[in-house]
């Protein structure tokens, strides 16, 4: 075999070889996303409740302590919220859907308020004490467990 069919052969297994595990490199791509889309979503799910506890139940203090220990990593994870709706919708649009979806998100805590009564306050209380007293390394992690994230769907945030 000449040189220069030896080189055409080796390209084209290379080719071969990246066109086999695109796939794959894909699907990691894609879970990966979907991990952080989600979990930024749990996080805004989690903000949303204490911002709405913070309120209704005369939280302003345990809710500054939140954003306080928190404001960095709460601003990574809006950001990949705000990126994903200005890519998916472009920047005008993009700003109405997520408006959009912070609402509907503070609505469904506000509804949860008026149907727990009273417990909705304790519920919040032991919230804000467990965020606020964890690293924020682990901020997405806890919100995605919490009841609520858990319930709502995150598939139409999935590229």
């Not at 606020?132 to 390394?137: D, N, R, V, Y």
Request: with cysteine; hydrophobic share 40%.
């Amino acid at each position: 075999m000449k040189v220069r069919e030896m080189r055409k052969l080796k390209k084209g297994i290379a080719v071969g070889t990246l066109l086999a595990l695109a796939p794959i490199a894909q699907a990691n791509a894609a879970s990966c996303s979907a991990q952080v889309h989600s979990e930024a979503v749990a996080v805004r799910i989690l903000q949303s409740e204490l911002t709405v506890g913070a309120l209704a139940c005369d939280q302003h203090q345990q809710y500054a302590a939140f954003l306080q220990q928190h404001e960095p990593t709460l601003r990574e994870y809006g950001s990949v919220l705000t990126d994903y709706f200005f890519n998916r919708y472009g920047r005008a649009e993009g700003q109405r859907a997520l408006d959009s979806f912070v609402t509907r998100l503070a609505n469904e805590a506000s509804s949860r308020k008026s149907g727990w009564a009273s417990h909705y306050c304790t519920f919040v209380s032991a919230l804000h004490h467990q965020a606020s007293s964890l690293p924020s390394a682990s901020l997405g992690s806890f919100a995605s467990r919490q009841p609520q994230a858990r319930r709502l769907q995150h598939d139409d945030l999935c590229p």
